[in-house]
């Protein structure tokens, strides 16, 4: 009898635990503040500003979440991490959104057990040289010395490009982007190597950028987007929904300029449900009717996130390419909000 | 009326558990390891419970599975097919090299330090003053980047070696300073240099005959043989004749310029260099002050003795004051040994592969395995470890006072 209580207690307070886990949202909420993970500066995606205050693309997801849940795109703590630190602050609830650049990947998605919540950046790996080396392409790089971050995938794509190529390198392996920036402009690698972005936001900080090329060789595909962890599902749709509100703002023409406009009622009825004049989606996730108009107030709609952080206007200076609504020839393609 | 009565009888009530002196240890050492029980059985099935909430289960299969990354230094063979498993094993052996030579360094450089701080020199007393207390109370982790970063940045680049470049290959062209490592000549084994090496191991060990022949005899008759000629000679001549009777078979392959790099040639990667240096000199800092804390255990009496029996301070050093000090220096140099071979684990700041960066990063980030990771990496340190305090043991056992 005893020993069928304490049983029963033990089952009851694992329960509970596993209860108080799942429940991301809830400890959001009574946290008041969203714990979001970033790089540890990569202009452009995430870096801070003079002032302290996180600016980027990566960022702008953390504080359209938090927007949407808190009501206050400024209630995020951020959490620097690394290439090699990420999946463990994610892991162990150090953190509750990941929005680091980070390639969605089948064994990240099923045996690391986390969850993509979408797409905000269409990537792939590319390299970057000095021009002096006078190297046109990838497939020159026989013995080279490349500069590699540690535990991502370009590092794998890497080793495979060389084999598949049959040729030879020299892996420097570094922990991030500003230490690889030393080494690359100390000579200390000839290449770096990281995704396409990445490399145009590391050549925009030097002091000359026209001294460098990027290599025409695109090596992989780097689909880069936010991820939370598995077994909160609850969670994980207020992430993607998030993401897809931003994403579907700038297709339906939804900007930060016209928002209040749209929001007293339009004749388009996505527009309205998503602002939040008809239907019940904010419910349906457990937030207020509002939340999307939060998000997309946070930062603008995606496309104004993109041209405001690394946009063709910014230093950084890339196109939307890939990362076009599917309208205009890209693959940004949110499922409706119905 | 009788005032004899049977002595009362011993029984045995719970409340002697406490305060009966007999039974009161042996309550509190069961209580304590009840409660030590408890607790590691909680933490066990905390870490059980919470790694099924998050649906992984424990398993070291991921050993097995292929590695997919490369690593720049390693001593076996390894590619990016390799496995898990191997790429740990190689980040080990890069562990124990540093270690290794790291030990050695940080003896030589401390044994140094150490005896030249105690000098009557006023300069070389305060400059190794200067480097202990300099190295002792800065982390680590600041001396390996800033030699890492001086290292890097003041040494040319490869390029800067071609033709009307600005940097020159030292030493007939044979060595190589460069922002990617010293490059240096690689022996090349052709056919018949195994007997000239094992002419050259035979050399040695009758090196070690005459070393303890001629102190026996020292012993014996007082005679004193030309121990360091001899020992020159054997190191040398054997070898030297071997080698040329065999028609020099082993040669050298100088490191040279093509392409991006430097090929051919042994090259010893800056991040090597730089980590290697600062362990030592970091650890060579605290071994001077045990090194001096030995020596000054050695009564001054002692020192006075040998002089006046002629010895010359050199040789009053090693002859007289060092063999008395090392049992007091030796315990706190094996703590020095574990210090250095764990601190090598910051490696991954300059960029070296050792086990902390291959399996305890790498493969950890890769396969998601933490738990498992980390306690492979905690147990391969703590093997480690007691290896190198067992082995210094026994050398201690060898050096200590030898009561008669």
Redesign the interface.
């Known amino acids: 009898m005893k020993k069928s209580v304490f049983l029963g207690a033990l089952t009851v307070a694992?329960l509970a635990?596993?209860v108080a886990?799942a429940a991301t949202l809830d400890d959001v909420k009574a946290r008041g503040a969203l714990n979001c993970g970033v790089t540890t500066g990569l202009v452009g995606f995430a870096a801070p500003d003079a002032n302290g205050n996180w600016d980027g693309f990566d960022v702008g997801v953390c504080r359209a979440v938090a927007a949407a849940v808190l009501g206050d795109p400024m209630a995020v703590n951020f959490v620097p991490t690394t290439?090699?630190t990420r999946?463990?602050a994610l892991?162990s609830g150090e953190i509750d959104l990941l929005a680091r650049n980070t390639t969605w990947t089948f064994?990240?998605d099923v045996?690391?057990?986390f969850e993509f919540v979408g797409i905000n950046y269409y990537d792939g790996q590319g390299f970057m040289v000095p021009k002096s080396?006078g190297v046109s392409s990838a497939k020159e790089?026989?013995?080279?010395?490349v500069c590699i971050q540690?535990?991502t995938t370009t590092?794998?794509n890497?080793?495979?490009f060389?084999?598949v190529n049959n040729i030879s390198?020299?892996?420097?392996?570094?922990?991030t982007n500003a230490e690889a920036q030393?080494?690359y402009l100390?000579?200390?690698?000839?290449v770096y190597t990281t995704d396409a972005s990445g490399l145009a936001a590391t050549r925009a900080s030097f002091e000359n950028p026209g001294d460098h090329v990027v290599l025409p060789e695109i090596i992989s595909k780097e689909p880069l987007g936010p991820l939370v962890?598995?077994?909160d599902p609850e969670w994980g749709d207020i992430a993607r929904w998030t993401l897809n509100a931003l994403i579907a703002a700038e297709e339906l023409g939804i900007t930060s300029a016209n928002i209040e406009e749209l929001s007293a009622g339009t004749n388009n009825p996505e527009i309205n449900r998503i602002l939040g004049t008809e239907g019940e989606l904010g419910a349906m996730l457990g937030l207020d009717a509002e939340w999307a108009k939060r998000a997309i107030m946070a930062g603008g709609n995606y496309g104004e996130l993109f041209e405001k952080t690394i946009g063709e206007n910014t230093p950084i200076g890339l196109a939307r390419g890939l990362n076009a609504q599917w309208t205009d020839g890209g693959l940004l393609y949110t499922p409706p909000f119905r | 009326m009788t005032t004899l009565t049977d002595p009362p009888k011993e029984s045995f009530r719970l409340s002697q558990l406490i305060y009966d002196t007999r039974y009161r240890s042996l309550t509190i050492q069961v209580v304590a390891m009840f409660l030590l029980v408890l607790a590691l059985s909680w933490l066990v099935s905390n870490t059980i419970?919470?790694l099924a909430?998050?649906?992984?289960d424990f398993d070291f299969g991921f050993l097995t599975n292929v590695a997919?990354?490369?690593?720049?230094q390693r001593l076996i063979e390894y590619?990016?097919?390799s496995t898990h498993g191997r790429a740990a094993l190689v980040g080990i052996l890069n562990t124990l090299l540093v270690a290794f030579l790291g030990c050695i360094l940080a003896t030589v450089i401390g044994v140094i330090a150490g005896v030249l701080r105690l000098s009557k020199n006023w300069i070389i007393a305060r400059l190794m003053t200067v480097y202990v207390e300099g190295f002792r109370n800065v982390p680590l982790l600041l001396w390996i980047i800033v030699i890492f970063?001086v290292m890097?940045?003041s040494t040319p680049?490869p390029?800067d070696f071609r033709e009307g470049g600005s940097a020159s290959m030292m030493l007939f062209d044979s060595i190589a300073v460069s922002?990617?490592g010293v490059y240096v000549p690689a022996p090349i084994w052709a056919e018949g240099s195994a007997i000239v090496v094992a002419v050259f191991l035979l050399s040695l060990v009758g090196i070690f005959l005459f070393r303890r022949f001629a102190r026996a005899r020292q012993e014996a008759t007082g005679q004193i043989l030309p121990v360091g000629w001899v020992a020159l000679g054997l190191f040398f001549g054997p070898a030297l004749i071997a080698f040329f009777l065999m028609g020099r078979p082993i040669s050298l392959e100088y490191p040279e310029l093509?392409?991006?790099?430097f090929?051919g040639g042994i090259q010893l990667r800056?991040?090597l260099i730089a980590l290697w240096l600062a362990l030592s000199l970091y650890t060579g800092a605290f071994i001077a002050e045990n090194v001096r804390g030995g020596i000054l255990a050695v009564s001054k009496g002692q020192t006075e003795a040998a002089f006046a029996l002629g010895l010359r301070p050199n040789r009053t050093m090693s002859l007289v004051i060092l063999p008395q000090a090392l049992r007091v220096i030796i315990p706190p140099l094996i703590s020095q040994y574990l210090n250095l071979t764990k601190n090598s684990s910051l490696a991954?700041?300059v960029?070296y592969?050792d086990v902390r960066?291959t399996l305890g990063?790498?493969t950890?980030?890769?396969?998601?395995r933490?738990l498992e990771g980390m306690l492979l990496l905690g147990l391969f340190y703590l093997i480690t470890s007691l290896v190198i305090s067992g082995v210094m043991n026994i050398y201690n056992n060898s050096v200590k006072l030898k009561e008669r």
């Not at chain 1, 100390?186 to 000839?190: L, T, V």
């Not at chain 2, 950890?364 to 998601?368: A, H, L, S």
Request: net charge negative; glycine share 18%.
């Open positions: 694992g635990a596993g886990g290439g090699q999946f463990t892991a064994s990240r045996d690391l057990k080396l790089l026989d013995g080279a010395t540690t535990g590092e794998l890497l080793a495979d060389f084999r390198y020299e892996p420097v392996p570094i922990e030393q080494q100390a000579g200390a690698c000839d962890r598995h077994g | 419970q919470n909430a998050l649906g992984k997919g990354y490369d690593i720049n590619d990016s097919t970063a890097t940045e680049s390029r922002n990617r093509g392409g991006f790099n090929t800056n991040s991954i700041a960029g592969m960066s990063g790498i950890i980030n890769q396969t998601g933490e």
